[in-house]
């Protein structure tokens, strides 16, 4: 078995918990890409093994830290615990959705996994997890309580050029003839798997779009950068007397139509076609007022070097939000940026409060629904926010 020895810098990195080690620490080693190997201390003794990557600057991710080589045993438990996790939360209900595995934060590196009722969605994103997905579809079988219709790999991220990997999309067990039907209690929704943002949909957002629906009724709503309006929807369905959704996705407008129809809210809800930050200035200047409007953009900051840009695009379009909030309203934003931290994210929202003029109190902050765990040790696993914001 290969093993890959680090320098004291990536030594001391180790021992202060974060489970990725960069190409710059090892110092000796040599392994095929996307195996399994051991990870030695300068002076020869283990640190655990790991995953590793010919291509990245993250050549390895660790996947334990004991002497002893995993196993399949292993890595069953590993599987186990993540759909155990679910199970807990009340998150496998066989016509629901959720993230069924969450990556590097449950110790599967490169491994996520979405499940759409019985559909299961692999987003595999480094060599080592490539190699392991055949295997890591075996195991998710024997861990769930329920039987797969279908299994899809949705392997066509932009991280897979980091890794020397191609894109791929494809049915790997089962078929799928269509977008997959998912209850979410009283709202019901399609996702594409194919075609759909992220693996078809955005399952981080579940939990917020329940607290902003509370604040829904008798109000009206503004959705903008809504992509499938489940924000929006979900809304109406709390009694709210009208929703408008913004959206620039001609694909996802059309979805969002078809959702509020089988809902039956598409007389409260409508869509637009426009690039929301536009648009957003045009209400404004117009004097348009809602009870709640919602932010939901896309990342602005996909980088470190984007940052300057991503606060001028946060303050601005939080200054927008605010112009177009009533007196006593809500105001919800939400940045999905890693590299914006909670604190930034905050001091954002501050700089727009007193550019509009406007006195606003934080009601809640808060992050991704639950079967998106923050690994404390990972940081890179916490990125999204989400500011539900008192507005006078």
């Given at each position: 078995?290969?093993?890959?020895?680090?320098?004291?810098?990536?030594?001391?990195?180790?021992?202060?918990?974060?489970?990725?080690?960069?190409?710059?620490?090892?110092?000796?080693?040599t392994?095929?890409?996307?195996?399994?190997?051991?990870?030695?201390?300068?002076?020869?003794?283990?640190m655990?093994?790991a995953?590793?990557?010919?291509?990245?600057?993250?050549?390895?991710?660790?996947v334990?830290?004991?002497?002893?080589?995993?196993?399949?045993?292993?890595?069953?438990?590993?599987?186990?615990?993540?759909?155990?996790?679910?199970?807990?939360?009340?998150?496998?209900?066989?016509?629901?959705?959720?993230?069924?595995?969450?990556?590097?934060?449950?110790?599967?590196?490169?491994?996520?996994?979405?499940?759409?009722?019985?559909?299961?969605?692999?987003?595999?994103?480094?060599?080592?997890?490539?190699?392991?997905?055949?295997f890591?579809?075996?195991l998710?079988?024997?861990?769930?309580?329920?039987?797969?219709?279908?299994?899809?790999?949705?392997?066509?991220?932009?991280?897979?050029?980091?890794?020397?990997?191609?894109?791929?999309t494809?049915?790997?067990?089962?078929?799928?003839?269509?977008?997959?039907?998912?209850?979410d209690?009283?709202?019901?929704?399609?996702v594409d798997?194919f075609?759909?943002?992220?693996?078809?949909?955005?399952?981080?957002?579940?939990d917020?779009?329940?607290?902003?629906?509370?604040?829904?009724e008798?109000?009206?709503?503004?959705?903008?950068?809504?992509?499938?309006?489940?924000?929006g929807?979900?809304a109406?369905?709390?009694?709210?007397?009208?929703?408008?959704?913004?959206?620039?996705?001609?694909?996802?407008c059309?979805?969002?139509?078809?959702?509020?129809?089988?809902?039956?809210?598409?007389?409260?809800?409508?869509?637009?076609r426009?690039n929301?930050?536009?648009?957003?200035?045009?209400?404004?200047?117009a004097?348009?007022?809602?009870?709640l409007?919602?932010?939901?953009?896309?990342?602005?900051?996909?980088?470190?070097r984007?940052?300057?840009?991503?606060e001028?695009?946060?303050?601005?379009?939080?200054?927008?939000?605010?112009?177009?909030?009533?007196?006593?309203?809500?105001?919800?934003?939400?940045?999905c940026?890693?590299?914006?931290?909670?604190?930034?994210?905050?001091?954002?929202l501050?700089?727009?409060?007193?550019?509009?003029g406007?006195?606003?109190?934080?009601?809640?902050?808060?992050?991704?629904?639950?079967?998106?765990?923050?690994?404390?040790?990972?940081?890179?696993?916490?990125?999204?926010?989400?500011?539900?914001?008192?507005?006078?």
């Amino acid at each position: 078995m290969a093993s890959m020895k680090l320098t004291g810098k990536g030594r001391r990195w180790v021992l202060g918990g974060h489970p990725w080690i960069y190409r710059d620490d090892i110092s000796a080693g040599t392994a095929q890409a996307g195996d399994l190997v051991q990870v030695v201390a300068p002076t020869g003794e283990s640190m655990g093994w790991a995953l590793y990557s010919d291509a990245s600057r993250i050549a390895l991710r660790l996947v334990t830290r004991d002497e002893e080589q995993p196993t399949r045993e292993f890595w069953m438990q590993r599987v186990q615990r993540a759909v155990d996790t679910r199970a807990r939360a009340g998150m496998l209900d066989p016509e629901g959705a959720c993230r069924l595995i969450a990556g590097d934060s449950e110790g599967l590196p490169g491994m996520v996994v979405d499940r759409y009722g019985k559909v299961a969605v692999l987003q595999l994103g480094t060599q080592g997890a490539d190699r392991m997905g055949e295997f890591l579809v075996e195991l998710i079988r024997e861990a769930l309580p329920f039987e797969l219709d279908a299994v899809v790999n949705r392997s066509d991220t932009a991280v897979r050029k980091l890794e020397n990997l191609p894109k791929q999309t494809e049915v790997m067990q089962g078929s799928v003839t269509g977008p997959i039907e998912v209850r979410d209690g009283d709202l019901l929704y399609a996702v594409d798997v194919f075609q759909g943002h992220k693996t078809g949909h955005y399952l981080d957002q579940v939990d917020n779009r329940r607290r902003a629906a509370l604040l829904a009724e008798g109000e009206r709503v503004l959705d903008a950068f809504a992509y499938d309006g489940l924000f929006g929807i979900r809304a109406a369905l709390a009694g709210a007397s009208e929703v408008l959704c913004l959206e620039q996705n001609k694909a996802a407008c059309e979805r969002l139509v078809v959702c509020a129809e089988r809902n039956g809210v598409a007389d409260r809800v409508r869509v637009e076609r426009v690039n929301c930050m536009k648009d957003l200035r045009a209400r404004a200047e117009a004097g348009e007022e809602y009870g709640l409007v919602i932010l939901d953009p896309p990342a602005f900051a996909r980088s470190k070097r984007e940052r300057a840009g991503a606060e001028r695009g946060y303050v601005e379009l939080a200054r927008r939000g605010l112009a177009l909030t009533r007196t006593g309203g809500s105001l919800v934003s939400a940045s999905c940026s890693f590299n914006i931290k909670t604190s930034d994210f905050r001091g954002f929202l501050a700089s727009a409060a007193h550019l509009a003029g406007r006195d606003v109190w934080v009601e809640q902050m808060t992050g991704a629904s639950p079967d998106h765990p923050e690994l404390l040790t990972l940081p890179e696993s916490s990125y999204l926010k989400c500011a539900f914001l008192r507005v006078d």
